[in-house]
Protein backbone atom coordinates (compact mmCIF):
# COMPACT_ATOMS: atom_id res chain seq x y z
CA UNK A 1 0.00 0.00 0.00
CA UNK A 2 1.58 3.44 -1.13
CA UNK A 3 2.48 5.61 2.09
CA UNK A 4 3.82 9.32 2.97
CA UNK A 5 7.29 8.84 4.20
CA UNK A 6 9.56 11.25 6.14
CA UNK A 7 13.07 11.56 6.90
CA UNK A 8 14.93 11.72 9.41
CA UNK A 9 12.43 10.35 12.15
CA UNK A 10 14.38 12.63 14.94
CA UNK A 11 16.47 16.07 14.32
CA UNK A 12 18.32 17.52 16.56
CA UNK A 13 19.88 20.68 16.21
CA UNK A 14 21.23 23.72 18.06
CA UNK A 15 19.08 26.97 17.92
CA UNK A 16 19.92 29.07 14.77
CA UNK A 17 20.99 26.62 12.70
CA UNK A 18 19.11 25.71 9.15
CA UNK A 19 16.92 22.34 8.71
CA UNK A 20 15.05 20.59 5.82
CA UNK A 21 12.37 18.40 6.90
CA UNK A 22 11.97 15.80 4.32
CA UNK A 23 8.94 14.63 2.88
CA UNK A 24 8.09 11.61 0.13
CA UNK A 25 4.28 12.04 -0.64
CA UNK A 26 2.20 9.27 -2.56
CA UNK A 27 3.06 9.19 -5.88
CA UNK A 28 -0.16 10.29 -7.87
CA UNK A 29 -0.74 12.82 -5.50
CA UNK A 30 -0.81 16.37 -5.93
CA UNK A 31 -1.60 18.23 -3.08
CA UNK A 32 0.80 18.08 -0.23
CA UNK A 33 0.43 19.67 3.20
CA UNK A 34 2.57 20.24 6.57
CA UNK A 35 1.50 20.15 10.13
CA UNK A 36 3.17 20.21 13.29
CA UNK A 37 2.54 19.20 16.89
CA UNK A 38 4.54 20.58 19.89
CA UNK A 39 4.45 18.38 22.90
CA UNK A 40 0.92 18.41 24.48
CA UNK A 41 -0.30 20.48 22.09
CA UNK A 42 -3.04 19.89 18.95
CA UNK A 43 -1.72 18.93 15.57
CA UNK A 44 -1.61 22.55 13.91
CA UNK A 45 -1.38 23.57 10.11
CA UNK A 46 1.36 25.44 9.00
CA UNK A 47 0.73 25.39 5.29
CA UNK A 48 -0.30 23.56 2.09
CA UNK A 49 1.20 23.17 -1.87
CA UNK A 50 -0.23 22.92 -5.28
CA UNK A 51 1.03 23.51 -8.35
CA UNK A 52 4.49 24.16 -7.30
CA UNK A 53 3.22 27.32 -5.13
CA UNK A 54 1.77 27.50 -1.76
CA UNK A 55 -1.99 27.47 -1.38
CA UNK A 56 -2.55 28.64 1.73
CA UNK A 57 -0.12 29.12 5.09
CA UNK A 58 -0.73 29.62 9.02
CA UNK A 59 0.20 32.10 10.83
CA UNK A 60 2.96 30.04 12.13
CA UNK A 61 4.63 29.68 8.29
CA UNK A 62 6.58 33.07 8.99
CA UNK A 63 9.31 34.17 6.92
CA UNK A 64 11.75 31.37 8.90
CA UNK A 65 9.65 28.84 6.69
CA UNK A 66 9.95 27.61 3.32
CA UNK A 67 8.64 24.62 1.50
CA UNK A 68 9.71 23.40 -1.65
CA UNK A 69 9.30 20.60 -4.01
CA UNK A 70 12.45 20.32 -5.35
CA UNK A 71 12.35 17.43 -8.19
CA UNK A 72 9.09 14.64 -8.54
CA UNK A 73 8.96 13.31 -5.32
CA UNK A 74 10.55 14.96 -2.75
CA UNK A 75 8.46 17.96 -0.44
CA UNK A 76 10.74 19.76 1.51
CA UNK A 77 10.34 21.82 4.70
CA UNK A 78 13.10 24.05 5.16
CA UNK A 79 13.37 26.36 8.86
CA UNK A 80 16.20 29.31 7.95
CA UNK A 81 16.95 29.86 11.86
CA UNK A 82 15.83 27.27 14.41
CA UNK A 83 14.39 28.68 17.64
CA UNK A 84 13.59 26.74 20.69
CA UNK A 85 9.76 27.24 20.32
CA UNK A 86 10.26 24.77 16.84
CA UNK A 87 10.74 21.91 18.85
CA UNK A 88 7.66 19.87 17.82
CA UNK A 89 6.76 16.67 15.51
CA UNK A 90 6.19 18.22 12.44
CA UNK A 91 3.81 15.72 9.72
CA UNK A 92 3.80 15.96 6.07
CA UNK A 93 0.65 14.99 4.59
CA UNK A 94 -0.91 14.43 0.95
CA UNK A 95 -4.10 13.89 -1.14
CA UNK A 96 -4.96 13.19 -4.47
CA UNK A 97 -7.25 16.07 -6.60
CA UNK A 98 -10.47 15.77 -7.43
CA UNK A 99 -13.55 16.43 -5.14
CA UNK A 100 -11.88 18.69 -3.17
CA UNK A 101 -11.31 19.10 0.68
CA UNK A 102 -13.07 15.46 1.14
CA UNK A 103 -9.90 13.70 -0.23
CA UNK A 104 -8.07 11.94 2.33
CA UNK A 105 -4.91 13.28 3.75
CA UNK A 106 -2.47 10.35 4.04
CA UNK A 107 -0.27 11.03 6.98
CA UNK A 108 3.44 10.62 7.27
CA UNK A 109 4.74 8.97 10.32
CA UNK A 110 6.30 12.20 11.21
CA UNK A 111 9.92 14.19 12.04
CA UNK A 112 10.50 15.11 15.74
CA UNK A 113 12.59 17.98 15.85
CA UNK A 114 14.81 19.03 18.58
CA UNK A 115 16.43 22.33 19.05
CA UNK A 116 18.73 23.08 21.49
CA UNK B 1 -13.33 30.28 12.12
CA UNK B 2 -13.52 26.76 12.52
CA UNK B 3 -12.50 24.92 15.58
CA UNK B 4 -12.78 21.13 17.65
CA UNK B 5 -13.05 20.41 20.86
CA UNK B 6 -12.84 17.13 22.03
CA UNK B 7 -13.88 16.42 25.74
CA UNK B 8 -11.39 14.33 27.58
CA UNK B 9 -7.99 13.96 26.83
CA UNK B 10 -7.77 10.32 28.30
CA UNK B 11 -10.21 7.93 28.66
CA UNK B 12 -9.95 4.26 30.07
CA UNK B 13 -12.55 1.79 29.09
CA UNK B 14 -11.98 -2.10 30.14
CA UNK B 15 -11.62 -4.72 26.95
CA UNK B 16 -15.12 -5.21 26.00
CA UNK B 17 -17.08 -2.32 27.06
CA UNK B 18 -18.41 0.86 24.77
CA UNK B 19 -16.01 3.77 23.47
CA UNK B 20 -17.37 6.74 23.31
CA UNK B 21 -14.47 9.85 22.61
CA UNK B 22 -16.25 12.99 22.03
CA UNK B 23 -15.74 15.85 19.60
CA UNK B 24 -17.46 19.12 18.91
CA UNK B 25 -16.85 21.81 16.62
CA UNK B 26 -17.71 25.36 15.68
CA UNK B 27 -18.24 26.12 11.79
CA UNK B 28 -19.54 29.13 9.74
CA UNK B 29 -20.10 26.94 7.08
CA UNK B 30 -21.08 23.10 6.38
CA UNK B 31 -18.13 21.07 8.06
CA UNK B 32 -16.34 17.57 6.61
CA UNK B 33 -15.42 16.15 9.87
CA UNK B 34 -12.79 13.84 10.52
CA UNK B 35 -11.43 11.25 13.10
CA UNK B 36 -7.90 10.29 12.74
CA UNK B 37 -6.24 7.56 14.90
CA UNK B 38 -2.53 7.28 15.73
CA UNK B 39 -0.41 4.59 16.84
CA UNK B 40 2.66 5.15 18.49
CA UNK B 41 5.79 6.01 16.16
CA UNK B 42 3.25 6.10 13.49
CA UNK B 43 1.64 9.12 11.58
CA UNK B 44 -2.19 9.65 11.42
CA UNK B 45 -4.75 7.36 10.01
CA UNK B 46 -8.36 7.97 9.01
CA UNK B 47 -10.72 6.35 10.80
CA UNK B 48 -13.97 7.92 9.26
CA UNK B 49 -14.70 11.06 7.42
CA UNK B 50 -18.26 13.32 6.90
CA UNK B 51 -18.85 14.58 4.22
CA UNK B 52 -22.54 14.83 3.06
CA UNK B 53 -25.52 12.19 3.13
CA UNK B 54 -25.92 9.95 6.16
CA UNK B 55 -25.00 11.49 9.27
CA UNK B 56 -23.76 7.79 10.73
CA UNK B 57 -20.60 7.32 8.92
CA UNK B 58 -18.95 3.75 9.65
CA UNK B 59 -14.95 3.56 9.61
CA UNK B 60 -12.46 1.11 9.84
CA UNK B 61 -12.33 -1.07 12.60
CA UNK B 62 -15.69 -1.17 14.00
CA UNK B 63 -15.64 2.79 14.75
CA UNK B 64 -18.36 4.59 13.93
CA UNK B 65 -19.32 8.39 14.61
CA UNK B 66 -22.38 10.18 14.59
CA UNK B 67 -22.78 13.95 12.58
CA UNK B 68 -25.41 16.08 14.93
CA UNK B 69 -25.99 19.45 13.51
CA UNK B 70 -28.18 20.62 15.95
CA UNK B 71 -26.03 19.74 18.90
CA UNK B 72 -22.76 20.15 16.60
CA UNK B 73 -20.84 16.98 17.51
CA UNK B 74 -19.21 14.23 15.65
CA UNK B 75 -18.95 11.80 18.82
CA UNK B 76 -16.95 8.46 17.96
CA UNK B 77 -18.17 5.41 19.24
CA UNK B 78 -17.29 1.39 18.86
CA UNK B 79 -19.26 -1.14 20.70
CA UNK B 80 -17.01 -3.54 22.35
CA UNK B 81 -13.12 -2.00 22.84
CA UNK B 82 -10.10 -4.41 22.04
CA UNK B 83 -6.61 -3.83 23.51
CA UNK B 84 -5.39 -2.83 20.25
CA UNK B 85 -7.44 0.12 20.33
CA UNK B 86 -5.34 1.81 22.49
CA UNK B 87 -4.22 5.28 21.15
CA UNK B 88 -4.81 8.50 20.34
CA UNK B 89 -7.81 9.61 18.88
CA UNK B 90 -7.72 13.24 16.79
CA UNK B 91 -11.20 14.79 15.67
CA UNK B 92 -10.77 17.35 12.74
CA UNK B 93 -12.95 19.84 11.00
CA UNK B 94 -12.60 21.20 7.36
CA UNK B 95 -13.91 23.73 5.17
CA UNK B 96 -15.03 23.93 1.42
CA UNK B 97 -11.81 25.49 0.24
CA UNK B 98 -8.98 24.30 -2.85
CA UNK B 99 -6.89 23.58 0.35
CA UNK B 100 -9.01 21.58 2.97
CA UNK B 101 -6.73 21.85 5.56
CA UNK B 102 -7.53 20.38 8.41
CA UNK B 103 -8.52 21.86 11.93
CA UNK B 104 -7.86 18.95 14.89
CA UNK B 105 -9.21 19.11 18.12
CA UNK B 106 -7.11 18.14 21.26
CA UNK B 107 -6.89 14.50 20.80
CA UNK B 108 -7.82 12.02 23.06
CA UNK B 109 -5.62 8.96 24.53
CA UNK B 110 -7.40 6.06 24.67
CA UNK B 111 -6.37 3.43 27.03
CA UNK B 112 -7.77 -0.12 26.99
CA UNK B 113 -7.74 -2.34 30.34
CA UNK B 114 -7.81 -5.88 30.21
Known amino acids: EPEVTQTPSHQVTQMGQEVILRCVPI?????FYWYRQILGQKVEFLVS????????KSEIFDDQFSVERPDGSNFTLKIRSTKLEDSAMYFC??????????????FGPGTRLTVL | AQSVTQLGSHVSVSEGALVLLRCNYS??????LFWYVQYPNQGLQLLLK??????LVKGINGFEAEFKKSETSFHLTKPSAHMSDAAEYFC????????????FGQGTTLQVKP
Open chain 1, 93 to 106: ASSQPGQGLSDEQF
Open chain 1, 27 to 31: SNHLY
Open chain 1, 49 to 56: FYNNEISE
Open chain 2, 27 to 32: SSVPPY
Open chain 2, 50 to 55: YTTGAT
Open chain 2, 92 to 103: AVSKWSNTGKLI
